[in-house]
Nanobody
Framework: QVHVVESGGGLVQPGGSLRLSCIPSGFTLDYITVAWIRQAPGKEREVVSCITYSGDIRDYLDSPDSAKGRFIISRDNAKNTVYLEMNSLKPEDAGNYYC?????????????????WGQGTQVTVSS
């Protein structure tokens, strides 16, 4: 059975940090491009960041209050794990974060282009 375990979410105060992990079970992330996607209440799913197997990274949040520079995606291919380090968190960063992938050598922009593997981990930012 193929699934992932996403962990690291929780309740954090504004300005705080979290580190999310995506660990697959039953398969490896070899040659898979992985994205972290978030679903906020009342909003469409959006790709936050993406990383290819070779380590190329794309950040996709382009709003003026974007996550660029605050969120850092990384992967440890030896550990078969992808991470999302989130710093200086804001209330608008809250949502369900999940990892998803596709067999491709580049990142794609739309959330529906990725195969979702797990339930995600909830991030709540509140004082």
């Amino acid at each position: 059975q193929v699934h992932v375990v996403e962990s690291g979410g929780g309740l954090v105060q504004p300005g705080g940090s979290l580190r999310l992990s995506c660990i697959p079970s039953g398969f490896t992330l070899d040659y898979i491009t992985v994205a972290w996607i978030r679903q906020a209440p009342g909003k469409e799913r959006e790709v936050v960041s993406c990383i290819t197997y070779s380590g190329d990274i794309r950040d996709y949040l382009d709003s003026p209050d974007s996550a660029k520079g605050r969120f850092i995606i990384s992967r440890d291919n030896a550990k078969n794990t992808v991470y999302l380090e989130m710093n200086s968190l804001k209330p608008e960063d809250a949502g369900n974060y999940y990892c998803a992938g596709l067999y491709a050598s580049s990142c794609w922009e739309r959330a529906d282009q990725y195969s979702r593997w797990g339930q995600g981990t909830q991030v709540t930012v509140s004082s």
